[in-house]
Nanobody, 126 residues
Framework: QVQWVESGGGSVQAGGSLRLSCAAS????????IGWFRQKPGKEREGAAV????????WYAESVKGRFTISQDNAKNTVNLQMDSLKPEDTAMYYC???????????????????WGQGTQVNVSS
């Protein structure tokens, strides 16, 4: 059974940094892409960043472009999200998930992702 475990969340002041990590177990093959998503209270889940085939391509939401960096460590089966210059509007529960559908990978479409983790909370205060 596949399981993603997210870690690294916490509370930080605006302008600060956090590094999220997502570890996977149970995969027999590498999924096409791994994504980090976030969900704010009362809002739909939205894509933040996606990494395709271990780093061949990376896509970011406009709201995080230039501030967040996604990376993958195949040896450790982890996908990391470095978040810099954090803003209060980045406050959300962050999840990782996987997909084999290229169109969803490129568009950061949550509907095409599965094997969702339990999430890790990020709080950014002003």
């Amino acid at each position: 059974q596949v399981q993603w475990v997210e870690s690294g969340g916490g509370s930080v002041q605006a302008g600060g940094s956090l590094r999220l990590s997502c570890a996977a177990s149970g995969y027999r093959y590498m999924r096409s892409c791994i994504g980090w998503f976030r969900q704010k209270p009362g809002k739909e889940r939205e894509g933040a960043a996606v990494i395709y085939r271990g780093g061949v391509s990376k896509w970011y939401a406009e709201s995080v472009k230039g501030r967040f960096t996604i990376s993958q460590d195949n040896a450790k089966n982890t996908v990391n999200l470095q978040m810099d210059s954090l803003k209060p509007e980045d406050t959300a529960m962050y999840y990782c998930a996987a997909s084999d559908y290229d169109s969803y990978c490129r568009s950061l479409g949550a509907a095409g992702f599965d094997d969702w983790g339990q999430g890790t909370q990020v709080n950014v205060s002003s």
